[in-house]
């Protein structure tokens, strides 16, 4: 898996995800419960994760959606 950003936006993070399997690629949210725990401060972001192949596509998508 390759990490392709961090963010503490759970809004922002929900559109990234909804992008990108527009695109087809599959993504994986890292950290969800660990940030839940926390009480939701923002403390600590949640990884949006690819597969290692998708990374370079995925990635141009995000950087063309203006969001790299």
Do not use: C, K, N, Q
């Amino acid at each position: 898996m390759t990490e392709l950003l961090r963010t503490t936006d759970p809004v922002r993070l929900s559109w990234l995800v909804a992008l990108l399997a527009d695109a087809g690629i599959e993504t994986v949210v890292f950290d969800t419960h660990t940030s839940m725990l926390e009480g939701s401060i923002g403390a600590i972001p949640r990884r949006l994760m690819v597969e290692a192949g998708d990374a370079v596509r995925a990635a141009r998508i995000l950087r063309e959606a203006g969001e790299a």
